[in-house]
């Protein structure tokens, strides 16, 4: 059972873009209690903010305003207690799979365990995603799906306290993907890791999480409802399609994200038309 006390703390997160058209208020007053072992995942609208949530976390950008805890421990810069899986794999071209994977175990275990403690890790890491088969290949050499795999390999291997998804999944084809999700529910369920996830995917969010939280649209996104995902574990994508929870979930999520959409499509021929009148008042000045 999960602890209910907040391992991870975002309160009244606001972050603000300055640049040479002025500011750009991308989030407002995000806050967000996550658990020990809770799998969450962000879902919202394209340019609400999602990205820049989960960079804020990493500690990659420094929120304008409110302050990120992470096991009581405020989050000021990027560290090893959390790991980033991206959509675009990262790997080093020049080196291995192993390689992959050893440079950021030797990064943060090099003066704590030995080399064959390290060695035996990193293998372990990469059985775990089952890519004890391809150790010596290059990126090059591999598919999308086995990169990913690498990769995420490579953040458990460091440790994290908090495993960072940026839509992992997204590059995929779909037979690939699923592969790849169910790993990663397995590999969550083992471990018991605390993660955050972004997806634009409903039913991977509904599949994988323990929560869904959906962003309202920018500008001054905000977090407009948080969905308890009330399903046993583990899941099955089969059985699941017939479940009468998740469905409601998918539901409320889709009723929520088509709400949004259509406001912003209401929204948007008000705003062409104070902009085309700014232009208008310009000109004439």
């Given at each position: 059972?999960?602890?209910?006390?907040?391992?991870?703390?975002?309160?009244?997160?606001?972050?603000?873009?300055?640049?040479?058209?002025?500011?750009?208020?991308?989030?407002?007053?995000?806050?967000?209690?996550?658990?020990?072992?809770?799998?969450?995942?962000?879902?919202?609208?394209?340019?609400?903010?999602?990205?820049?949530?989960?960079?804020?976390?990493?500690?990659?950008?420094?929120?304008?305003?409110?302050?990120?805890?992470?096991?009581?421990?405020?989050?000021?810069?990027?560290?090893?207690?959390?790991?980033?899986?991206?959509?675009?794999?990262?790997?080093?071209?020049?080196?291995?799979?192993?390689?992959?994977?050893?440079?950021?175990?030797?990064?943060?275990?090099?003066?704590?365990?030995?080399?064959?403690?390290?060695?035996?890790?990193?293998?372990?890491?990469?059985?775990?995603?089952?890519?004890?088969?391809?150790?010596?290949?290059?990126?090059?050499?591999?598919?999308?799906?086995?990169?990913?795999?690498?990769?995420?390999?490579?953040?458990?291997?460091?440790?994290?306290?908090?495993?960072?998804?940026?839509?992992?999944?997204?590059?995929?084809?779909?037979?690939?993907?699923?592969?790849?999700?169910?790993?990663?529910?397995?590999?969550?369920?083992?471990?018991?890791?605390?993660?955050?996830?972004?997806?634009?995917?409903?039913?991977?969010?509904?599949?994988?999480?323990?929560?869904?939280?959906?962003?309202?649209?920018?500008?001054?996104?905000?977090?407009?409802?948080?969905?308890?995902?009330?399903?046993?574990?583990?899941?099955?994508?089969i059985e699941l399609a017939e479940d009468r929870t998740y469905n409601h979930c998918r539901q409320e999520?889709?009723?929520?994200?088509?709400?949004?959409?259509?406001?912003?499509?209401?929204?948007?021929?008000?705003?062409?038309?104070?902009?085309?009148?700014?232009?208008?008042?310009?000109?004439?000045?």
């Amino acid at each position: 059972m999960k602890n209910d006390k907040a391992y991870l703390s975002l309160s009244q997160v606001d972050m603000v873009f300055t640049g040479s058209s002025g500011t750009n208020p991308v989030l407002k007053g995000i806050d967000l209690q996550v658990r020990r072992g809770e799998y969450i995942s962000l879902i919202g609208h394209s340019g609400c903010g999602k990205s820049t949530v989960l960079n804020i976390i990493a500690g990659l950008l420094p929120a304008t305003s409110g302050v990120v805890l992470l096991d009581d421990r405020e989050v000021a810069g990027p560290g090893p207690d959390r790991a980033v899986v991206f959509q675009n794999h990262s790997l080093l071209p020049w080196l291995t799979v192993r390689q992959n994977v050893e440079i950021a175990v030797d990064k943060i275990f090099g003066r704590s365990r030995s080399k064959a403690e390290r060695r035996d890790w990193v293998l372990h890491n990469l059985a775990m995603v089952n890519m004890s088969h391809a150790l010596d290949r290059l990126p090059s050499q591999i598919s999308g799906g086995m990169k990913q795999r690498v990769g995420i390999a490579r953040a458990l291997s460091m440790e994290p306290k908090v495993l960072l998804l940026d839509e992992p999944f997204g590059a995929l084809d779909a037979l690939t993907r699923a592969h790849l999700q169910d790993e990663v529910i397995r590999i969550q369920a083992e471990l018991g890791n605390t993660v955050v996830m972004i997806t634009h995917d409903v039913d991977e969010a509904v599949l994988m999480s323990d929560r869904v939280v959906m962003m309202t649209n920018g500008p001054a996104a905000t977090i407009g409802q948080v969905l308890d995902i009330d399903l046993p574990r583990p899941r099955s994508r089969i059985e699941l399609a017939e479940d009468r929870t998740y469905n409601h979930c998918r539901q409320e999520i889709l009723s929520f994200l088509y709400e949004k959409q259509r406001k912003v499509e209401a929204i948007a021929p008000v705003r062409s038309m104070a902009a085309r009148a700014r232009e208008q008042a310009a000109a004439q000045a």
